[in-house]
């Protein structure tokens, strides 16, 4: 969490058993709204290794969009990695 710009960043993770059952967006839409509504924070952000595009999937089905890719700017399991950000405004709900 940034306290001066009012903005958070959220992740997620969920066992491959349990994917395509729309359970993450779900989750992630209930968080989202408990985070501008209850806490009041202006802006969420979610980032994602390009190599896994469903979890781009489950940003955009709860409202973010997607505002750029930086290049070998994180690492992973398997080593540096790019990585897509998305974003949702509370004003763009």
Same mark, same amino acid.
């Given at each position: 969490?940034?306290?001066?710009?009012?903005?958070?960043?959220? /992740?997620?993770?969920?066992?491959?058993?349990?994917?395509?059952?729309?359970?993450?967006? @779900?989750? *992630?839409?209930?968080?989202?709204? #408990? *985070? #501008?509504?209850?806490v009041d924070?202006?802006?969420?952000?979610?980032?994602?290794?390009?190599?896994?595009?469903?979890?781009?999937?489950?940003?955009?089905?709860? /409202?973010?969009? $997607?505002?750029?890719? *930086? !290049?070998?700017?994180? !690492?992973?399991?398997? /080593?540096?990695c790019d990585?897509?950000? $998305?974003? *949702?405004?509370?004003? @763009? !709900?």
């Amino acid at each position: 969490m940034n306290e001066d710009v009012s903005m958070v960043q959220i /992740g997620y993770c969920i066992g491959k058993a349990w994917w395509h059952n729309g359970i993450t967006a @779900e989750a *992630l839409k209930a968080v989202m709204d #408990f *985070l #501008f509504d209850i806490v009041d924070v202006n802006r969420i952000e979610s980032r994602h290794d390009p190599q896994n595009p469903n979890s781009g999937k489950v940003t955009k089905k709860c /409202g973010m969009k $997607y505002e750029g890719t *930086l !290049r070998s700017s994180d !690492r992973n399991n398997q /080593g540096i990695c790019d990585v897509c950000y $998305y974003a *949702l405004l509370k004003s @763009e !709900r």
